[in-house]
């Protein structure tokens, strides 16, 4: 055995032996401890991730998790039961009280119960047990943590805390004084963001006075200004404040912080600090990363203005973030004030939603460590200079929604080898690249929105290598078919947007090749044929607005994730496939096609809809008892269709509805009761959550008009019941509906009154009841409605006088048809005068001046007809003797009579053509 192994086995036993000491020698958990640990365990009422399942009675505290121990003495020196962001979104948090014997570990140094759902003990024990007692204590992180009153005095005594995370941290008491801070002179990390500190209006005096602080977050915490003034400023060694989310108001170089040249990273997001930033700025050498973004509410009185060359000296700058901050000035001006030096270290440069106008320079390219470079949502003109290829670190740039001109070519993308993210959307530039000469690109999103890309499909497309990517090339000019390539070179894309083009031809047929994809939009193209196979993944699919035509395929049943599904405006035919797999579906949208059958009925499993349009079809049938189970439903309109029946009462458990379209239909019976189980309906105009629609082109008619909804669905709340066979009386509980905008029950057979309480409908905007046989007064209530745009009440059986107010008679004047057909209404604006009460059948003062003259009026009338018939015997007579008068005559009227009923019948004919389109535009 050779000297090597002999010394390789000597050192094996060495090891092993200096283990088995340290074993035999290491301290275990004192029991106090132990004890004390098991009663905070006690008070945790839960733990869903198990985290305490090691601590078990009888056991060493030093091996819990969580736990660590002094190797020497078996005191516990730390716990560490914080959770990090996955864990709270995974709901791995505890829930309980602490246990006040947590604070009788007296060698604690390091305390984290960070973002856990627990309360501190109550203020009735005593403070000394509670925390005089943890005095070694250099780690402490309360954060989320629950106080009964407000934050505790008694930290103060921690006289060796350096760490210190009190955010967030809920107290029933607003605290008023933070002066115990003072008396922690070694603490170097203070987090108090998310505690309401508006009444303590001297904290930077406060922290002022801690020389020690190196790290500062005060995010959140409702402060009213920073413009105090500090005679001398102690906090030399603060390295990183952040102040954002605060509502400072008043102007940014009015504030004490600009001073502190230690700082490395300063974040004043969300202030309200408003105009010129201070000269001691460009002092700020030691500035690695300066947040000043979203300063640009409306509200402020200035936008943000940068004096010239104010930062060019700043040379470790890596991050500058001026975006939303309504800053203003030329492009030229703003890189002139960025940092020049020798070697540049700014990595991310955020410039966009301001109003910064002129062209970008060419010497961008000297910022050759650029990561990050956006400037979007600003005024920017002229060409992007192809000096932007030599970047070669840039990973992200958005120059979208500019001006910009000119032609993008390979040059552009010489260098970009690290480029990931690239948006040149809503520019006027035109995208010429010659694939061959394009490096590959590992591209993650792809926006070129109304660039111009056509005629051609960009061929340069098939140099993409990435995996996972989106593409958006909607609006850029396409007007071909998909190439061959286009499966498979795109067989690793994750989202593919080329709507609103002029793509022509038919799907490819193996277009289910690509198995990454989750979201297609086609819209508005003019791609024909029928449906192929999709890709199984699919989630969003959306190919409205073209000339498809055929029946669905049973093959999209495969595609069991899909969850938004827009097939309107197109000519497909036939049923539904039934899709009994498809239970993710919450958007459908199949409107103004050729589909026949009955309502899908796979749409039973579907309970998570929340979006419904089957409008402008062929179906037919009676509605389905569980359509009701459609709780989540937001928008449901079948307008147009064959169907027929009573409408179930169950739809009124459709709770979150906002618009509810079943016009042109042949509906029969009476309107549901319970109205006021249509929550989303219930709320007032302007209190509702917000929703956003899934597809965009939503619109109502409503106001005799085709209107399209902006970004949030409940700006038109709406019930359409139109043209159907409606009977019975409108509900009274229809006026509990006060956040309705759209009300339209026309050519139906609706009788009795119109609600009393009309008037309580204060959102409503349009009101439409015209082609009924109701009956009875117009309420007086109705003039209540001051957004009231459209009403009308015409060819009815109404009566009595019609309610005044400046908002009806203004709508008169719009459309002075919107009473007609209603013989018992009378006062203005009708010419038709009320005596009496409200009755219309008494005489007025014209009639009885009438009557005072009736002899002469009867004389009159004795003395035509007399002339009449004297007239009509002398022609009788000359035709009965005169044979050619007579063979004239009747041959005339023979003419006449077929001329009149040629005329008649092509007149009802276009009336009747002209009817049914009108009810289509308006379906």
Not at 445 to 453: G, L
Not at 519 to 545: A, C, H, K, M, W
Not at 644 to 663: K, Q
């Amino acid at each position: 055995m050779g000297a090597a192994a002999i010394n390789k086995r000597l050192l094996v036993v060495l090891v092993a032996a200096c283990a088995t000491v340290s074993s035999v020698g290491a301290a275990v958990c004192m029991p106090p401890e132990r004890d004390a640990l098991l009663a905070f365990k006690r008070g945790i009422t839960s733990d869903p991730a198990g985290r305490l399942a090691s601590w078990r009675r009888g056991g060493d505290c030093c091996r819990w998790r969580g736990v660590l121990c002094s190797n020497r003495t078996g005191h516990v020196l730390e716990l560490q039961l914080g959770i990090d962001e996955k864990m709270y979104y995974d709901q791995s948090y505890f829930s309980g009280k602490i246990s006040p014997s947590l604070f009788s570990l007296e060698h604690l140094e390091h305390l984290d119960l960070g973002d856990n759902s627990l309360d501190f003990p109550s203020v009735g024990y005593s403070s000394n047990l509670l925390l005089g007692s943890l005095k070694r204590l250099r780690y402490l992180n309360l954060s989320n943590i629950r106080f009964d009153h407000t934050l505790p005095a008694q930290l103060g005594n921690l006289s060796k805390l350096q760490y210190l995370d009190l955010s967030y941290t809920i107290s029933s008491v607003q605290p008023t004084d933070l002066s115990w801070l003072t008396r922690l002179p070694s603490l170097q990390h203070l987090d108090l963001s998310g505690v309401n500190l508006s009444k303590v209006h001297d904290w930077p005096h406060i922290v002022n006075m801690i020389p020690s602080l190196q790290v500062l977050y005060l995010s959140s915490c409702s402060l009213q200004n920073a413009n105090q003034r500090l005679p001398r400023l102690s906090l030399t060694k603060l390295e990183r404040l952040t102040l954002s989310e605060n509502n400072f108001y008043h102007p940014s170089e009015s504030c004490w912080f600009w001073n502190l040249t230690s700082l490395k990273h300063l974040d004043l997001q969300h202030s309200l600090l408003y105009g010129q930033f201070p000269n001691t700025l460009g002092k700020m050498t030691s500035l690695q990363v300066f947040d000043f973004s979203f300063n640009g509410d409306t509200r402020l009185k200035d936008g943000i203005i940068i004096v010239p060359n104010l930062m060019r000296n700043l040379c470790n700058l890596e991050v500058l973030n001026l975006e939303s901050c309504r800053l203003s000035g030329s492009m030229a001006d703003l890189y002139e004030s960025l940092p020049h030096c020798s070697s540049s270290r700014l990595r991310e440069l955020n410039l966009g939603g301001n109003n910064i106008t002129g062209t970008l320079p060419a010497g961008i390219a000297n910022l050759t460590s650029l990561v990050t470079l956006d400037l979007s949502f600003n005024h920017l003109t002229g060409p992007v200079p192809s000096q932007i290829g030599m970047l070669n670190n840039l990973t992200y740039i958005d120059l979208g929604y500019n001006n910009l001109t000119g032609i993008i070519t390979e040059e552009h993308f010489a260098g970009l080898t690290s480029l990931l993210y690239i948006d040149f959307s809503q520019n006027l530039l035109n995208i010429v690249i010659h694939p061959n000469r394009l490096p590959p690109l590992r591209l993650k999103t792809a926006n070129f929105v109304s660039c111009q890309m056509g005629p051609g499909f960009p061929s340069w497309l098939q140099r993409l290598a990435g995996v996972d990517y989106s593409i958006d090339m909607s609006d850029t000019g396409i007007a071909d078919q998909f190439p061959s390539w286009f499966s498979k070179t795109l067989s690793r894309a994750n989202s593919l947007d080329f709507s609103s083009n002029q793509i022509n031809g038919s799907l490819p047929k193996n277009l289910e090749m690509i198995m990454s994809l989750n979201y297609l939009s086609l819209d508005g193209n003019q791609i024909t044929g029928e449906i192929p196979p999709l890709p199984r993944n699919l989630i969003y699919f959306s190919v409205s607005n073209n000339a498809l035509s055929g029946r669905v395929p049973a093959s999209i049943c495969k595609s069991q994730q899909l969850q938004h599904l827009n097939l309107g405006n197109n000519n497909l035919v036939g049923e539904f496939p039934k899709c009994l797999e498809m239970r993710n579906i919450t958007d459908l949208v199949l409107s103004n096609n050729m589909f026949s059958g009955k309502f899908p009925p796979f749409l039973q499993s579907c309970t998570d809809i929340s979006f419904l349009d089957l409008s402008g079809n062929k179906l037919s049938g009676t509605l389905p008892i569980w359509i009701g189970d459609f709780e989540k439903i937001l928008y449901l309109r079948l307008s147009y269709n064959m169907f027929t029946g009573s409408l179930p009462f169950s739809i009124t458990n459709l709770r979150e509805m906002y618009d509810l379209n079943l016009a042109g239909n042949r509906f029969s019976g009476i309107i549901p009761w319970n109205l006021s189980n249509l929550r989303s309906m219930v709320e007032k105009h302007g209190y509702r959550r917000g929703v956003m629609q899934p597809f965009d082109n939503f619109s109502v008619v409503t106001k005799r008009q085709e209107l399209y909804y902006g970004d949030r669905l409940e700006d038109m709340v709406t019930i359409d019941l139109s043209l159907n066979f409606l009977s019975g009386v409108i509900p009274e509980e229809i006026t509990s509906l006060i956040g309705l905008v759209n009300l339209n029950l026309s050519w139906n057979y609706l009788i009795g009154k119109i609600p009393h309480n009309i008037g309580s409908m204060p959102s409503l905007e349009s009101l439409d009841l015209s082609r009924n046989k109701l009956s009875g007064v117009i309420p007086p209530s109705l003039s209540n409605l001051t957004y009231l745009a459209w009403l009308d009440l015409s060819y009815n059986n109404l009566s009595g006088r019609i309610p005044s107010g400046s908002q009806l008679d203004t709508l008169y004047d719009n459309d002075p048809f919107m009473y007609s057909g209603n013989s018992g209404l009378c006062g203005p604006p009708l010419q038709l005068n009320c005596s009496g009460g409200n009755n219309a059948t008494r005489l007025g003062d014209r009639d009885r001046k009438r009557s005072a003259h009736v002899h002469d009026l009867m004389f009159f009338h004795v003395g035509l007809g007399s002339g009449f018939v004297v007239g009509l015997w002398v022609v009788f007579c000359t035709m009965l003797f005169k044979k050619t008068w007579k063979v004239a005559y009747f041959t005339l009227f023979d003419k006449s009579c077929d001329k009149l009923y040629v005329f008649g019948v092509l007149t009802w004919t276009r009336l009747a053509e002209k009817t049914l389109k009108l009810i289509r535009k308006l379906g």
